[in-house]
């Protein structure tokens, strides 16, 4: 148990510490998203909810109060204007804090800070990805997979309005940690979100079903240039192969799920000595068939052909 960090010193005296928070919150007002270090941007989280809570109170109190605490006075009007208006209905919880790995040089865990719903907000962007990432493996799984890849899958609009009318315990077709995190995101947000996240995942799926064949196109191009262009034809077939395996180690990495494909590389690994897998109660089952994940990822990158 950790003991001793409601207040971190962050290795600084306390002038420099409080003067490189203020200007951390300043610049997370001015822009809306931040990278710096974790420990920075949990403490920079709490100075930012007070500083927003002042700018939806308004007053000459609270913009002086402001006022005192930010470096840079041009942003004194988007917080008492937009911000305090964004938040209006928000009780609180302004702030998100992602993970962002190791910091290059000194491995310092780093992060990245953002204010809720902003223009850029990663939240929205990656529950659209999944949106669109579990209707398309819902698709793969009950549908043809040539007439999906010839004319696309549609209804994300839809599957989002259903999904936001059930109730947590009711059954969709999305899982349930993404349909409460699609409830959430859009929970204090204007309604025409609803249909710029409809889009976004509309664009995921467009570009997962378009980089296989798209890749596998390349990839026939240069075979077919690697045969036919080049005199030293084992030379030149080489190259090919080379660029080819390339191609199939930035395609994926190790352990990732591919939409259609319903096992995961530790359980394939593991084989007869996997322990069954649990349905959840919460989803429907799918109906009984091959599995189209060797078709679709398979041969058109090249690799069943």
Known sequence: ??????????SRDTSHRMLMLR???TSLLQHE?????LPKARETARLAEKIITLGKIKGQDAYRKASGFVLDQ????KLFGPISERYSKRPGGYTRIHKFGNRLGDNAPAAILELVDNPRDIRLEVTARAVGWELLKHRLQTGDVSNILEEGVGGAQELVMRELALEPQEIGQLRPATR??????LKYRDPRFIQAIGRRAQDHINLLLAKPVMMRTLLDNLEIEAKTKSKDKSTS????????ASFYRDLSRAGQVRPGETTGAVRLSQGALARPKRRSRLRPSLPEGPSPTRYTFGTIYGQGA
């Open 33 to 37: 998203q931040i990278k710096t270090t």
């Open 23 to 25: 200007n951390l919150v």
């Open 1 to 10: 148990m950790k003991h001793g960090v409601a207040f971190r010193k962050l």
């Open 237 to 244: 077939l080489s190259e090919f192969e080379e660029k080819r």
């Open 74 to 77: 041009s942003v004194l009007p």
């Open 180 to 185: 409460w995190n699609l409830q959430k995101v």
